[in-house]
């Protein structure tokens, strides 16, 4: 049965709905209070929520975090890396080797010992393994490069209460950014080295917990609360162990943040696995763009980048000014949105634009690299002497703990973010930089009993359905200030405004100005000659389409 139609029979009928749907629902939703309108259910928690945990210590979770601590709910935040920043951590260490193919999605994390808490030391090379690759596998070293710089300009890419100073351009590096979000993380005393003697009781727990891996998230369905179960890595650099530590902690509610890039994607083309196996020395010839990080060393070489999208434009840029030859393979996308356009038109001139790949032809060997190889494409063009192909494909979200998702959200998650099946549980919704601080603040206003979830949408065919997200146009923005707003009129709490009109304008503007300096000559091959700028037009000034990535 489709789940909305379980909502719509409880409110109604609430007796006849099976016992499984009511336990569902039974403890979150309750039916309208006499005189109350049918479409506005009232809620309420099992509990008083006291104790919540955010996964994940990126821009998305620390404004969670901020806003939860505003609301005096203790409050636990935990990530794998060592430090917050989220994506936004440049490191020299490389994440781990993605697989040839993708594993299934969930198969992720370490298996979860029989008994916790338990502890253990890791000596370099116990069970194959070095100390080195436990540690990336850990904490995952981030996808981004050197001479990286947001493809976002700063007005749309910048968090509230540590604004940019006036010096800083609208295209900002990497180490600017990374510092951005460490500014915000250290106003808010998270992180991980800080000292904030006005905040701290001396019995609270600690607010951060880094180097600590969510391994799982589940309900525990007779105390009403979420079990996290954690797994803290130590490298004890001078007696060269690495201690590991797995423990639970229990929580009323629990904010996921984890980032929409769990997992790398590579795509399943006949013979790849195959190729991914040669190397020339220690270096594989073949691997994904999460490892990229330097241009100096493609001096010389053939260099073939798999994808169309921004990873492969700006590390094609990157690389250009080096390499001997520089190949794109490009499959025409299926819908040509303006970011996609942006991204073909930003191939620097000397790329060769060839189709999709069809299939690799076996290797005799892998232990000489790729370059006698031959790489069929789909038209029939056999491309060799390639040195390295770098597989710019993308990213698969995280496994939703508890619901295994490759989505970055279950389907029936509420425009606030919180899971319609139980509230008790909520998901950074995308648009991290400009709708983040409406939607952390919601968050813990409806945790903290300070707002109502919002009523049921009507169909056009006169029907209810839970309120549902529209993460795209700017509607969400009215959405979320009018609600917030009106719950502060009723429960208190400070009142919110919409972001500047200019910011918006300066997006639209900032992405037309990008598009018109590009040069799309490249694409007239492979039909992708037909490159307007219709999709620009706009009606209502509020409701432009917006040129905002939602995994921002
Ligand atoms: C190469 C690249 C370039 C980008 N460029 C831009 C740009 O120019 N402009 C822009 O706006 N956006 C850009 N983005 C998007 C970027 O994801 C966002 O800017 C932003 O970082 C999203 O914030 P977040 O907090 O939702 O997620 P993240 O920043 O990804 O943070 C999520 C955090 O959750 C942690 N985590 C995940 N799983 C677990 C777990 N199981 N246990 C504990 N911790 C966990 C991770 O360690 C991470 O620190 C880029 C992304 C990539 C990959
Ligand atoms: N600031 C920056 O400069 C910067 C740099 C890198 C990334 N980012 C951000 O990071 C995010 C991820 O970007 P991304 O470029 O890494 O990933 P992405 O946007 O998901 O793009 C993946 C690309 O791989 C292609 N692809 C996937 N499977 C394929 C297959 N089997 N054969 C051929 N092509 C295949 C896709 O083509 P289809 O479209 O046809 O599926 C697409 O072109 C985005 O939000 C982006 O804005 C920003
Ligand atoms: C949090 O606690 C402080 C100190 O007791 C109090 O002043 C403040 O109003 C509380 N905040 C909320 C949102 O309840
Ligand atoms: C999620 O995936 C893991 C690994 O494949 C599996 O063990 C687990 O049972 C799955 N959980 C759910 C809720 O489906
Ligand atoms: C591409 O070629 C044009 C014309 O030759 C030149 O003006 C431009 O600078 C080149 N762009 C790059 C990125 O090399
Ligand atoms: C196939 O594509 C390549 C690269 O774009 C091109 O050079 C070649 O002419 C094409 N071959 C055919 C048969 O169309
Ligand atoms: C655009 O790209 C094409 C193909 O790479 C190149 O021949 C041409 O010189 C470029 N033109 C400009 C104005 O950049």
Redesign the pocket.
């Known amino acids: 049965m489709a789940w909305h139609k379980v909502f719509i029979a409880f409110l109604v009928f609430p007796i006849s709905v099976s016992s499984q749907s009511q336990n569902q629902f039974q403890t979150v939703f309750k039916s309208p209070a006499k005189g109350q309108s049918e479409t506005e259910p009232t809620f309420q928690f099992h509990h008083p929520i006291k104790r919540a945990a955010v996964v994940g210590a990126g821009p998305s979770g620390l404004q969670a975090t901020a806003w939860l601590l505003e609301h005096n709910f203790t409050v636990r935040l935990f990530d794998r890396a060592p430090h917050p920043g989220g994506n936004w951590q440049y490191s020299e260490e490389r994440p781990v080797r993605e697989s040839y193919p993708d594993r299934p999605p969930g198969d992720y994390y370490a298996a979860i010992p029989p008994q916790i808490p338990t502890s253990r030391y890791y000596n370099e090379g116990d069970d194959g393994l070095t100390l080195d690759f436990r540690w990336r596998e850990h904490w995952r070293p981030r996808p981004v490069w050197y001479n990286l710089f947001t493809n976002s300009p700063k007005v749309s890419t910048e968090l509230p209460d540590v604004p940019y100073g006036p010096e800083v351009p609208w295209v900002l590096d990497r180490d600017t950014i990374q510092r951005h979000v460490r500014s915000y993380a250290s106003h808010h005393c998270l992180n991980s080295n800080d000292y904030c003697p006005s905040k701290a009781t001396p019995s609270a727990p600690p607010v951060t917990s880094y180097s600590t891996r969510v391994e799982r998230v589940e309900k525990d369905e007779e105390s009403h609360t979420w079990v996290l179960t954690l797994r803290r890595l130590e490298w004890l650099r001078e007696s060269n162990r690495i201690l590991e530590e797995w423990w639970t902690e229990t929580f009323d509610a629990v904010f996921l943040a984890p980032g929409p890039w769990a997992s790398t994607h590579v795509p399943n083309i006949a013979g790849l696995v195959d190729w991914s196996k040669a190397k020339v020395g220690e270096h594989y010839s073949a691997y994904h763009s999460h490892t990229y990080r330097h241009p100096e060393r493609y001096a010389g070489k053939s260099v073939l980048i798999v994808g169309s999208s921004v990873s492969a434009s700006e590390i094609a840029r990157d690389i250009s000014p080096y390499t001997d030859r520089l190949i794109a393979s490009v499959r025409p996308p299926k819908e040509l949105t303006i970011r996609r356009k942006l991204s073909l038109s930003r191939f620097p ?3 060769e634009i060839v189709p999709e790949i069809a299939f690799f032809e076996p290797l005799k060997t892998h232990t000489n690299g790729i370059r006698n190889g031959k790489i069929y494409l789909i038209n029939g063009t056999v491309l060799q002497g390639i040195d390295e192909i770098i597989f710019a494909t993308g990213y698969r979200s995280s496994p939703l703990y508890p619901h295994n998702l490759t989505t970055r959200t279950p389907a029936d998650t509420l425009w606030t973010g919180h899971w319609a099946q139980d509230p008790t549980i909520a998901y950074s919704v995308g648009r991290t930089w400009t709708l983040g601080r409406y939607q952390a603040y919601g968050i813990a206003k409806v945790w903290a009993g300070k707002a109502q979830l919002p009523p049921l949408d009507q169909t056009e065919d006169g029907e209810t359905k839970p309120p549902s997200m529209e993460w795209f146009g700017e509607d969400i923005f009215r959405r979320y200030i009018t609600w917030l707003n009106d719950a502060s009129l009723k429960y208190g709490g400070r009142f919110v405004e919409a972001p500047p009109i200019e910011n918006l304008e300066a997006l639209k503007y900032y992405s037309v100005v990008h598009f018109l300096t590009a ?1 799309i ?2 694409l007239e091959d492979i039909g992708l000659s037909s490159i307007s700028m219709g999709s620009l037009k706009n009606k209502d000034p509020w409701n432009a389409l917006v040129d905002e990535d939602d995994d921002w």
């Open positions: 001139n000397a790329t040069n000559t490249a």
